[in-house]
């Protein structure tokens, strides 16, 4: 399927011109009778799941709750027993990850000594901290460039006297870089073994830097606690991709530390504190508040950080580090809009993320909603945030993205997705509401359709010779996560409207869209586990919804721009019957022909148990370019000063 060649602009439904759209005002209008608001009664409350030995829950904005609003689709993504696997990782390294020591399980050490014999020697540390902070995106702005290089001179010359906590960071950093450079030299050998020393070396940074928060007692407030508690986070997460496990808790943690610390409060209040201090904690405080909004999107719970009129912490300066240092007396002004520092970034996503901060408050309370004055509103409000984003970090085509950097590309693509599954998540439960609203359906779907237009972009970017090859490890995987959101509510869409609220011609493009993700995700099925569970699912309902049709539909461009085809057939083309016994012998061409009449209670007799809950995390890209060879070539190579 030809992608947009403008996904900046707003995408119609195929078969409706804008004079056909719904407009809120219609909404509105439909509901004349003010005592008869849209009926939320069969609104998601989450999904609870309980076995002998586990017990879990995640809320209304996690892909599994939705799923299981359509009772039918539910008990797809068939689950192998046994934790999660790994987006990237082999099978062999899973195991060893699993194994490596959690920071409420690590035994305090008995000295810095005996933590210091995890660090390598001189030439692999400095190779390991290039590779992390040549990275535009996934090096975080809390560390300051120029005054690590200063501090990590000072730790080769006495590592004894430098501040534990500090080193924590160091060896986060070290277990990040490990983890990324073992991911991507596996993408590059075609999916080939890496050493098991790599992922033993992974796994040995992550606990000494456990041992040094120990240590040092990360239960007390204490200088650099907050930056080492957030790089540890950053390791465990890249390692292992879960946002329910540890890194939920820590964050939790992470944060009431900082309240004791006081970084809610703006540095302004504080006289005595640096110049330097203030805008570092300013840039700290960002990040937490992000990431636990993030977090509890992805796991669809409350945020930590509840009432926002209970910090007043000022956002930071679009400032590179070589604008300020620990000298500076006065912070120059912001860069322009049009200079594209690492930190825009994330002072531009502030005004999405507190939208989908209210978004999250709307579904956790227990009052009825207006659909005016609360759903509409928001989503006015949400347009407006989007349309103030500054122009370097709007979408546009990638034929006028050619000299653009590939982590600004990447910039672009995350504020426009965060945008896309705040409207989903938004509209998604008036997708069946009575009355209609033709408004949120409308929104919902092409909200959705675009994040699967987003990854069919990506993916033909990520060809070899295109502009986005090198980081194709990275995007891929960053991408799945939010097309399996979308591909759900597609189903859900096809499932529960009529030809009149979703025209004919929507109705092919939304399964025209669901195939090539399919053969797009495809590829991943022996990469992880995870796409293997969501590509099979898929096939499932593509089978239910359109029983008559390919499951796959050869609509995939290449990096050529030629349009390649699967060579499939549809059921009907080879005799094969539209019974699939795999899932209770349901004859879903039968049971599909009538969506409004479906008997859910067959299909709930016919499937297994519910899956476990998937990772949802968007994880920044890394801009990796100066980087070729495998990892062992990678860390002997002669190396001069850090970054």
């Not at 329910?244 to 504190?273: C, S, V």
């Not at 860069?335 to 579904?363: E, G, H």
């Not at 995987?477 to 979703?502: F, M």
Request: aromatic share 10%; glycine share 4%.
């Amino acid at each position: 399927m030809q992608t947009k060649d403008n996904p900046q602009q707003t995408q119609l439904p195929v078969g409706r011109s804008p004079s056909q759209l719904a407009s809120p005002e219609d909404s509105i209008a439909s509901n004349d009778n003010a005592d008869n608001p849209p009926d939320q009664s069969e609104l998601p409350q989450g999904s609870y799941r309980t076995t002998e030995t586990e017990e879990s829950y995640v809320g209304p904005t996690h892909w599994q709750a939705i799923l299981e609003t359509i009772h039918g689709l539910k008990s797809e993504l068939n689950h192998k027993e046994g934790p999660s696997h790994f987006w990237g990782l082999p099978a062999q390294y899973q195991k060893q990850t699993l194994q490596s020591q959690s920071l409420f399980s690590t035994a305090r050490p008995p000295d810095l000594a005996y933590i210091l014999r995890a660090i390598p020697e001189r030439s692999v540390s400095d190779r390991l901290l290039a590779f992390y902070f040549n990275s535009k995106y996934f090096s975080v702005p809390i560390v300051h460039l120029e005054h690590f290089q200063k501090m990590y001179e000072r730790f080769w010359n006495s590592p004894q006297e430098m501040p534990i906590l500090w080193i924590s960071q160091v060896f986060s950093m070290l277990s990040v870089s490990t983890t990324l450079s073992e991911i991507m030299n596996r993408s590059n050998s075609k999916g080939q073994s890496m050493p098991d020393e790599v992922s033993a070396a992974r796994n040995k940074y992550s606990t000494a830097s456990a041992q040094c928060l120990v240590l040092a007692d990360y239960t007390k407030p204490q200088r650099h606690l907050i930056e080492a508690l957030f790089l540890y986070c950053q390791a465990k997460g890249i390692a292992t991709m879960d946002p329910a496990g540890e890194t939920w808790l820590l964050y939790a943690i992470m944060i009431r530390q900082a309240l004791r610390l006081g970084y809610h409060r703006d540095p302004k209040h504080f006289p005595h504190m640096s110049v330097f201090d203030g805008e570092m904690r300013r840039r700290a405080w960002f990040l937490i508040y992000q990431f636990d909004i993030l977090t509890a999107f992805q796991l669809g719970l409350p945020c930590n950080l509840q009432v926002d009129d209970e910090w007043d912490t000022e956002l930071p300066r679009s400032l590179n580090d070589s604008d300020f240092d620990e000298f500076s007396t006065e912070l120059p002004p912001s860069r322009s809009d049009k200079d594209p520092t690492t930190i825009l970034y994330f002072i531009a996503k502030a005004s999405i993320m507190n939208v989908q901060k209210k978004l999250l408050n709307q579904q956790f309370t227990s009052k009825q909603l207006s659909y005016e004055d609360d759903i509409l509103r928001l989503d006015a409000e949400l347009k407006e945030v989007r349309a103030q984003l500054p122009a370097v970090l709007k979408l546009k085509p990638m034929s006028q993205s050619f000299a653009d950097p590939a982590f600004l590309i990447m910039f672009r693509f995350q504020c426009d997705v965060i945008y896309l599954k705040t409207t989903c998540i938004l509209h998604r439960r008036f997708i069946t509401a009575t009355p209609r609203q033709q408004y949120s359906i409308d929104r919902c779907t092409q909200s959705s359709m675009e994040i699967l237009r987003h990854q069919i972009v990506i993916y033909n970017e990520s060809k070899p010779g295109c502009m986005l090859h090198q980081d194709q490890w990275f995007l891929k995987s960053l991408h799945l996560s939010n097309c399996l959101l979308a591909a759900v509510i597609l189903c859900q869409v096809y499932v529960s409207t009529s030809e009149r609220e979703c025209s004919p011609s929507m109705r092919d493009e939304i399964l025209g869209l669901l195939r090539t993700t399919l053969e797009i995700t495809k590829e991943h099925k022996v990469e992880s586990d995870e796409a293997d569970r969501f590509n099979n699912a898929l096939e499932h309902i593509l089978r239910k919804i359109d029983p008559q049709r390919n499951v796959m539909v050869p609509q995939v461009q290449n990096a050529n721009g030629v349009i390649t085809s699967s060579g499939l057939v549809s059921p009907a083309e080879t005799g094969s019957s539209t019974i699939d016994p795999s899932l209770g012998g349901i004859d879903f061409q039968i049971l599909f022909k009538d969506p409004e009449n479906i008997d859910w209670n067959m299909i709930d007799h016919g499937f297994g148990p519910p899956p476990p809950a998937l990772n949802d995390i968007e994880w920044p890209e890394i801009d990796m370019n100066y980087l070729n060879g495998d990892v062992n070539s990678f860390l002997q190579q002669p190396v001069g000063s850090v970054g």
